[in-house]
């Protein structure tokens, strides 16, 4: 009919009138939850389809050949979707999803629904030495964005609603929907509140009833506990702590050195290459650093090492317990190279599922060596330190203790493990928090301000675009004008007190305010002789546009006592920033950032 309002326009209209603003977010919860878990079904699929597909005879035969062939083809087939198909450049999936959050308003761009969908599969199902779960997280916050975006939803509950996401997607991943809100609440630093949890119980829950109409009951990995904790283990828990904590530090200093070394090339194809045959040579070596490792673990929990290790070129010598230990120790070293080579060569997916393989295969190794000392009395149960190791590599690299507890409790039902559990976590993220400030994730966002943290003050911050806040009415000057000029030109004609000078090239040479000059303002005698170049003088400080956050800016002014602070953008001047509009702007951010 002409005139009839759009579908969408005519629900907006009867939603406002008749639901409230929390019951439509529980909605969209319940909405976003479903979605992200059917996004890691696909991703899941998708992925052990081409792994079955590579799997046929050809490779039976021709086994460790393809280790070194297959994550090439893996690679260069992601680095061509990206760039001809998608054609927008992939991070990782959580560092992505938290500087969305910090600077774009929690809005992701639409490309992020699908492209993870494709290009996730295609790294780790060619055997690239990644995981499946942030690609996974990645697609829910695409997709709930979107749901945002339609649905009219402010900032708070756009950020919510990522969580919701996030939740949503671990839940269905591994059946631990307990630890999907937490792992929401600590990586995302949503702030806890009842309003807060029921969106994102609402999703956890949808997305694992997701998970299992489609998996059913069969979890990654399976457990079942044989070995009780008792008060004498507790020692040994506390060794597993420490050695979890440095290896936690190990993990991130060697990703990022790692990571460092590949992508001092500039050009797309040298990369793809070298990190390419690089990746390609370390699995062909190191067969069990290929795919996720979900297999790896669970032959180590069910105490079969030497079948975890697979066919190497020290087979013959695996009767020797200490060859074992070596090679298990061996893994823990280069499977965080071989991710970092995966990520630096083109690849998609996230460091999930390599934290908790090295987690497990350093706990077996550490269960090893002490059982092998020859302490009298001593023997420790193997699988539950395997178990407990990917806790405390988890909570160090994360730093997110309390995820990595609930997490490897719910997916292993290892609920008797509890208090080793709750040991080795927390020595572990203590020792990382020490040397480490800011976990894998959040690394590279904090280096440049952007990484939302729970200090409520600091995240606003963080929100806060300075760019909104810049005011640009403010009359030039030139170096060369005389007093007449500015008079007439500028005084005359402003309505603000302040005047900056720049030169030919817009470059900021200096500030004159009314206060400068008006002694001898209405002196004409002056108005020939005296030059503005005279009269100007350096601001107290300067904002630097690219490089200053809104951290550093209210801290320029706090330190420099100032009103006004100028503002430049690529070496020129672009206006200035005041205080009070700064302050306005942060109780605001800080209003709507406290509102759920």
Not at 247 to 260: D, P
Not at 544 to 569: C, H, T
């Amino acid at each position: 009919m002409p005139g009839k309002k759009p579908l969408l326009h005519r629900f907006h209209a009867w939603r406002y009138k008749h639901i409230s603003k929390t019951t439509f977010v529980y909605f969209l919860s319940v909405i976003t939850g479903l979605l992200a878990g059917l996004g890691a079904v696909l991703i899941k699929n998708i992925t052990h389809i081409i792994q079955n597909l590579l799997e046929g005879k050809l490779v039976e035969n021709y086994r460790y050949g393809f280790y070194f062939l297959f994550p090439i083809v893996g690679l260069a087939l992601t680095v061509l979707i990206v760039k001809f198909i998608i054609r927008n450049p992939l991070s990782h999936g959580v560092p992505m999803t938290l500087r969305a959050i910090a600077k774009r308003k929690g809005i992701l761009r639409n490309y992020q629904v699908y492209a993870s969908l494709i290009t996730a599969p295609l790294t780790v199902g060619f055997g690239g030495s990644v995981g499946l779960e942030s690609p996974t997280v990645v697609t829910g916050a695409g997709i709930s964005s979107y749901l945002s975006r339609i649905f009219h939803m402010d900032q708070a509950h756009r950020t919510l609603l990522l969580g919701c996401a996030a939740a949503g997607a671990m839940s269905c991943i591994f059946k631990a929907p307990i630890a999907a809100i937490i792992f929401a609440v600590e990586v995302f630093s949503l702030d806890l509140t009842l309003l807060s949890l029921m969106p994102l119980l609402l999703a956890s829950l949808s997305a694992i009833l997701t998970s299992y109409f489609f998996f059913g009951s069969d979890t990654i990995l399976p457990f079942v506990l044989k070995d009780a904790f008792t008060i004498a283990d507790f020692p040994y828990y506390m060794i597993l702590g420490l050695v979890a904590g440095f290896t936690s530090v190990y993990f991130s200093k060697a990703y990022f050195a790692t990571q460092k070394i590949y992508t001092r090339w500039d050009s797309v194809t040298i990369r793809l290459l070298v990190a390419g045959a690089s990746l390609g040579l370390l699995l062909f070596l190191i067969p069990p650093l290929y795919g996720e490792g979900f297999d790896t673990i669970n032959k180590l929990l069910d105490g079969q090492a030497v079948n975890a290790l697979g066919a190497t070129f020290f087979s013959e010598y695996l009767d020797n317990i200490w060859v074992v230990i070596a090679l298990l120790a061996g893994l823990v070293l280069f499977k965080v190279i071989a991710s970092a080579i995966t990520f630096a060569g083109g690849g998609i997916g996230g460091i999930f599922a390599p934290v908790l393989f090295m987690g497990s295969v350093m706990g077996n190794c550490i269960a090893k060596i002490i059982n092998n000392l020859g302490i009298s009395g001593v023997h420790i149960s193997e699988s539950n330190f395997t178990l407990v190791g990917m806790t405390g590599l988890l909570a160090g690299v994360l730093h997110a203790p309390l995820t990595a507890i609930f997490l490897i409790a719910e997916i292993t039902g290892g609920y008797g493990l509890f208090i080793p559990l709750m040991i080795t976590a927390a020595i572990a993220y203590g020792i990382n928090k020490y040397f480490l400030p800011h976990s894998v994730y959040g690394m590279e966002l904090a280096v440049k301000g952007e990484l939302i943290t729970h200090d409520k003050d600091q995240a606003v911050l963080t929100l806060l675009n300075v760019n909104h806040i810049i005011e640009s009415n403010f009359i030039r000057v030139r170096p060369d004008m005389t007093l007449g000029e500015m008079v007439q030109k500028a005084v005359a004609k402003s309505t603000r007190n302040l005047f900056p000078v720049v030169n030919e090239e817009d470059e900021l040479v200096g500030v004159i305010t009314l206060d400068d000059i008006r002694e001898i303002m209405f002196d004409s005698s002056l108005y020939e002789t005296t030059k503005v170049r005279s009269l100007m003088h350096a601001a107290p400080e300067y904002i630097y546009l690219e490089s200053d956050p809104a951290k550093v800016v209210m801290r320029k002014f706090q330190e420099s006592g100032a009103w006004n602070l100028p503002v430049i953008k690529d070496g020129k001047y672009h206006g200035f920033i005041s205080k009070s509009k700064l302050l306005t702007a942060y109780r605001r951010m800080l209003v709507s950032f406290s509102r759920k």
